[in-house]
């Protein structure tokens, strides 16, 4: 066992939703648990806990705040190289970078050394789990499961599926499609923090053959990850609708092959309706909201305030390379200005601690994986930050003068990025490992 003690942010359980707990003198106990994880033994004051754990080796970092480690809940490793590529829309983004890139990981040596550099990026970012597109060839998700068990830490990855409307060198091919998805899922799903989602890219990119295929090994390993996108932008709904004419909507054809379910995550759910929505809490299925990536390719907006109201999972997401940032705090700040437009009669925007929260413990809740990363609450998993508020001459300032913890909130979500997460703790089989 070993302590914490600085100030430390973390989250109410679960019924309270996003309300946050600001400890600023903090005391933060890890251990292993009965399986040998390193887990939040307790946490509070430091004050009630010191006589308790009076004799345990305690690292104390004054002036910086301990926080969970963000979540990431859509992202493409491959796409790293892609960021900040403009074009019109989607549909060309696509067909003129992304796919031409993608059909550089057929080769495992060319995955890997992607997979080290965005997996370094994720913890100097402060993100600690992540579930992420991998390209249609198998080399590609044994490349980045291979790098994420190094370095322990939990993530979710899949072989896209892909076998129509997309070019040679990341097509696939419809049966061997589903014999390796499988063939990945009995190497790599619960090994170590590994889990394994079904990739079915999106629904133009799939036959109808593929998608049922991909559904029935849905059914079939009910506890992996499925993650795919959907109404991202007007010119891919209306090809969905060119392919399926009866359809009710995009988001049905999914539903159609039995791919919503807990543990489902659809990227984007941007022109989407509250049949969809009610569709979407049915099930329980997850959007991951990209606002970054909506904004660079002029996808469209989120609608916070009606996925409140129709109350369906939905978290914060990066969606490197349409995404433009690793970096949680710019993907927090972008879902504030997108929030402006929807809920101006409610209130200004989202809160900090409905953003924050939206990337640590509601995206956990979101992905399936409540209480055990995401929070700091006993039994999570010890992935944590250690922040920084003195990173720059202008946050410091800044912080200095927050009047409350929603106001040091907002500075960190709009004047943050890398430089403000100090360290990044992974909790670890054998003991905690600094890896910043
Ligand atoms: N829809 C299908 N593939 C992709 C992708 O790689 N990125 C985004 N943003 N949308 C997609
Ligand atoms: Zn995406």
Known sequence: MKAYRASILYFASSAKGAQAIFESDGLLVVGPDARSREVVQAVGAHAALAPRFAGLPTEHWPGRIIAPGFLDMHVHYPQTDVIGSPAEGLLPWLENYTFPHEKRFSSLE?????????????????????????????ASVNALFAEAQKHGL??????????????????????????????????????????????????????????????????????????????????????????????????????????????SVYAHCLHIDDEDRALMRARGAAAAVSPTSNLFLGSGFFDYASADRAGF?????????????????????????????????????????????????????????????????????????????????????????????????????????????????????AGVRLLK
């Open 110 to 138: 060319y995955g890997a050394q992607a997979a080290s550099f965005f997996i370094a990026e994720l913890l100097r970012n402060g993100v600690t789990t992540a579930l992420s597109f991998a390209t249609s060839h198998p």
């Open 154 to 263: 939990r993530l979710m990855t899949g072989k896209c599926l892909m076998d129509q409307h997309s070019p040679d060198g990341v097509r696939d091919a419809t049966e061997q499609s589903l014999l390796d998805t499988e063939a990945l899922i009995q190497r790599w799903h619960g090994v170590d923090r590994l889990g394994y989602a079904i990739t079915p890219r999106f629904v133009p990119s799939c036959s109808a053959a593929q998608l049922r295929g991909a559904g029935e090994l849905a059914a079939r390993y009910p506890d992996v990850w499925i993650q795919s996108h959907v109404a991202e932008n007007r010119e891919e709904i209306a090809w969905v609708s060119q392919l399926y004419p009866d359809a009710r909507s995009y988001l049905s054809v999914y539903e159609q092959f039995g791919l919503l379910r807990p543990r």
């Open 313 to 429: 999972l939905h978290g914060l997401a990066s969606d490197v390379g349409g995404g433009t940032s690793f970096s949680p705090f710019h993907t927090m700040l972008a879902a504030y200005y997108v929030g402006r437009e929807g809920q101006t009669k409610t209130g200004v925007s989202l809160s900090p601690q409905n953003l924050w929260w939206r990337h640590t413990a509601g995206a956990a809740r979101a992905l399936g994986l409540e209480g055990v990363v995401g929070n700091l609450q006993p039994g999570c998993e010890a992935d944590f930050v250690v922040l920084n508020p003195q990173a720059t001459p202008l946050l410091a300032r800044r912080a200095a003068q927050a009047a409350s913890l929603d106001e040091l909130l907002f500075a960190m979500i709009v004047l943050g990025d890398d430089r403000l997460i100090e360290k990044t703790v992974i909790s670890q089989a």
